[in-house]
């Protein structure tokens, strides 16, 4: 069974920072990507960065490049997604995704399996 749980979220300032992280149930993740999306009421669901299996390959959307910074560590069911320098519109809920390779989770925007989310909510 697909098991992916996010946590991290929560409300924060804007030009402040969250560190969420999210772990998926063993073994799916083994030799997949894992990235983040994110979907905010009304608005269609956006790729934000994604990671291959071995950690050294990275893709951001281009409204989070330069701010936000994706990691797999440790066993690397784990993925990690540090976000500096939050803006208002950055306000969503995030999800985490496994998919084939970085480029299939950035174009497809297609996962084995989906989380509950967490929300971000960015104030002023």
């Known amino acids: 069974q697909v098991r992916l749980v996010e946590s991290g979220g929560g409300l924060v300032q804007a030009g402040g920072s969250l560190r969420l992280s999210c772990t998926a149930s063993e073994g799916i993740a083994s030799s997949k990507a894992m990235g983040w999306f994110r979907q905010a009421p009304g608005k269609e669901r956006e790729f934000v960065a994604a990671?291959?299996?071995?950690?050294?390959?990275?893709f951001y959307g281009d409204s989070v490049k330069g701010r936000f910074s994706i990691s797999r560590e440790g066993d690397r069911n784990t993925v990690y997604l540090q976000m500096n320098s939050l803006q208002l519109n950055d306000t969503s809920v995030y999800f985490c995704?496994?998919?084939?390779?970085?480029?299939?989770?950035?174009?497809?925007?297609?996962?084995?399996?989906w989380g509950q989310g967490t929300q971000v909510t960015v104030s002023s």
């Open positions: 995704a496994v998919g084939g390779t970085v480029s299939s989770l950035a174009t497809t925007m297609e996962s084995i399996g």
């Open positions: 990671i291959n299996w071995s950690g050294h390959s990275t």
